[in-house]
């Protein structure tokens, strides 16, 4: 059961523009949301990360925007530059004692063209 | 650089045989993760270890184990390989308060023939 849907597949963005990214969930025991880059031949880094009881967090141009009673979060680039062609991930866990582990959407394949 | 190392990159292998992974998380993380990344399956969590103990486990095949050592290195062995096996392997570690960051190592790619 995929509890977490990521759209679009993929997304072609000219050099300057917004890149927009959505993922919704279905656990409503879901805490901690982040988003993941990963470049090809490389884990996954973290990118950016959010708790449901903040409705935005910026960092640079990254920003995401949550709404919990829709039970959706995007990742918004902005001024995207070739360097942020990437596949995307979003994610969702539930904070444990031990570690939390992830559930992640599908993935979305960011192509910023110069 | 993420600090988790991962051996080996690459694993080319036949059907039948056992293969073992290795991680190395981040100097002092206690939890170490496993995940799967498949064309078809996307990133799959696998099995957590904390300080040695198995905490979690994901949709992990009865073919596969892991273990984490006292020097918390951990190892994943999968065995009667299958051609879908075939994958990313990708090892993660987080810190000891249960922190959510996870760092990801570069990931072992698996070719089973």
């Known amino acids: 059961q995929q509890q977490v849907k990521q759209s679009p597949q993929s997304l072609i963005v000219q050099k300057g523009g917004i890149s927009i990214i959505n993922c919704a969930y279905e656990?409503?025991?879901?805490?901690?949301f982040p988003w993941y880059q990963q470049f090809p031949g490389k884990g996954p880094a973290l990118l950016i990360a959010i708790r449901p009881d903040v409705s935005e967090k910026k960092e640079g141009r990254f920003t995401i925007s949550f709404n919990k009673s829709a039970k959706q979060f995007s990742l918004h680039i902005m001024d995207s530059q070739p360097g942020d062609s990437a596949t995307y991930f979003c994610a969702a866990s539930i904070r444990e004692t031990s570690g939390s582990r992830l559930t992640f959407g599908e993935g979305t394949q960011l192509t910023v063209n110069p | 650089d993420s600090g988790v190392t991962q051996t080996p990159k690459h694993l080319i292998t036949a059907t039948g045989q056992r293969v073992t992974l290795r991680c190395s998380p981040r100097?002092?993380?206690?939890?170490v993760y496993w995940y799967q990344q498949s064309l078809d399956q996307g990133l799959q969590f696998l099995i957590q270890?904390?300080?040695?103990?198995?905490?979690a486990k994901g949709n992990i095949l009865e073919r596969f184990s892991a273990q984490q050592f006292p020097d918390l290195h951990s190892e994943l062995n999968l065995s009667s390989l299958e051609l879908g096996d075939s994958a990313l392997y990708f090892c993660a570690s987080s810190d000891w308060r249960g922190g959510e960051t996870q760092y990801f190592g570069p990931g072992t790619r698996l070719l089973v023939l």
């Open positions: 656990n409503t025991a879901f805490d901690y």
């Open positions: 270890y904390y300080n040695g103990e198995e905490r």
């Open positions: 100097s002092g993380d206690l939890s």
